[in-house]
């Protein structure tokens, strides 16, 4: 993805994740990623950004200690304007669950959540634009929604950021691949009663890795699980796992890489 791509409404721009243990979160994705740490912005509490050659990536956040919510990466879509975004969210079915607010200086944000449940934030740049590094090992790289069935909730996401909606066309799978300017920026799975009963529909981070098999060893030596082993598929090789304290994301060496 393009710089210019990247903060075009709509565009994956960001991810974070809320822990409840910083430190040990830090050393394992230091380890994982080779992620660098610096603080970033207070008003949500304890939290920093992480860095690859000094180039922000992602964002790691402790939670309060009285919130027993689940660890989950979340990603960021673009918006020129939070609250107008805020608005269309809410008159198309979903629901707001923090913000809009301003993080310092950086921007503008709200944690939402799509009709069917899975939850996503929004980000107005101002001084931080996003994830400054792509296509490296430790870098995001693509984002998926997986959900019960694409039909009704691809319809909130084309209206609330007037997304070019390309289905894929199988009898095996329903999927929707979310355009903007000709360009795949994400895409929406539906996957039937395969959807995890204990987390309904949710967005998947991929991240790119050197090597797929050997980034998947080492979060089992680092104490995170190993979900679904490495495997090809047209996109690359990938992998499912999730670090310590459950979060869930996918490694994956892009084909062609």
Known sequence: M???TRHTPGAP??????VHSLDATQAFYAELFGWEFAPGPQQLGP?????LDGKEVAGIGRLPADRHLGVAWTPYLATDDADATVEKIRSYGGTVGVGPLDAGDDGRL?????????VFGIWQRAA?????????HGTPVWEELLT??????????QAVFGY?????????FDCVTLHLDGRSVAALRGVGHALPRDRGAHWMTYFEVEDTDEAARVVADLGGHVLQPPRDDAGGRLATVAD???AVFTIVRTAGH
């Open 244 to 246: 310590p304290e459950g």
């Open 13 to 18: 721009c960001w991810v974070s994740l809320m």
């Open 2 to 4: 393009t710089e210019a």
């Open 164 to 172: 070019e909606l390309a289905p894929v066309v199988s009898a095996d």
């Open 110 to 118: 709200a944690i939402v959540t799509d009709p069917a449940g899975a």
């Open 47 to 51: 939290y920093v950004r992480a860095l």
């Open 148 to 157: 019960t069935e694409t039909a009704s909730v691809s319809k909130f996401y």
């Open 128 to 136: 931080h634009s996003g994830t400054a590094v792509y296509g490296t």
